[in-house]
């Protein structure tokens, strides 16, 4: 599977929208972008994915840059429930086993 | 009702022991997985079972042994226990999709194992 790399750490102030980096330069034009988060104490969730145009769904947007060697998982107004590490993953389908990386730990500020 | 489920919650036991975790998903799905996550947070596949048929064994020791009696459970069976296996487990399933690409992994809630 093709690498991502994410900022270890990010902030944000609650109701404010957040945007979470992952690189991917890499990337294969088979593998999708899949994005999940693990809040504390809890199982990896499920977010978003996409292949090569942006998504929206009810939790995020993901934005998909042009030539998919980057992505960004939007949050639009963090809440305090968001605070958890956001894995931005490459994989070729959702029924292969994922490779986590460490992820982004996102803080979010009352 | 929970879509992927397993029991224990916690696990606490002493070196050398044998264990079992058990994991039910009710979401009718054909692929079901282990993972193992340790101290240091890192997530790793362990196995991956697609209609009772194993498919991926990531080098895991032969003292694991996962089962799967039925497309809704993989139970993973656990033979002397070492201290380095203290971690958190957890199970997961999916189901390929028509596009053949991007279907969702659903996570249990894990199973916290310390081996003393």
């Known amino acids: 599977d093709a690498k991502t790399t994410q900022p270890n750490s990010m902030e944000s102030n609650e109701e404010e929208p957040v945007h979470l980096p992952c690189n991917h330069s890499?990337?294969?034009?088979?593998?999708?972008i899949h994005w999940y988060r693990q809040l504390p104490s809890q199982g990896p969730e499920y977010v978003i994915h996409g292949l090569t145009s942006n998504v929206n769904n009810r939790m995020a947007s993901l934005a998909i840059a042009e030539d998919r060697k980057s992505s960004t998982l939007i949050l639009h107004r963090a809440t305090l429930r968001d605070a958890a590490v956001y894995y931005c993953?490459?994989?070729?389908?959702?029924?292969?086993?994922?490779?986590f990386g460490k992820g982004t730990r996102l803080s979010v500020i009352a | 009702d929970t879509a992927v489920s397993q029991t224990p919650k916690y696990l606490v036991t002493q070196m050398g022991n044998d264990k079992s975790i058990k994991c039910e998903q009710n979401l009718g799905h054909d692929t079901m997985y282990w993972y193992k996550q340790d101290s240091k947070k890192f997530l790793k596949i362990m196995f991956s079972y697609n209609n009772k048929e194993l498919i991926i064994n990531e080098t895991v020791p032969n003292r694991f042994s996962p089962k799967s009696p039925d497309k809704a459970h993989l139970n993973l069976h656990i033979n002397s226990l070492e201290l380095g296996d203290s971690a958190v487990y957890f199970c997961?399933?999916?189901?390929?999709?028509?596009?053949?690409?991007?279907?969702?992994?659903?996570f249990g809630p894990g199973t916290r194992l310390t081996v003393l």
């Open positions: 993953i490459l994989t070729i389908s959702g029924n292969t086993p994922l490779v």
């Open positions: 997961a399933s999916s189901q390929l999709g028509f596009s053949g690409g991007a279907d969702e992994q659903f």
């Open positions: 890499t990337i294969s034009g088979t593998d999708y």
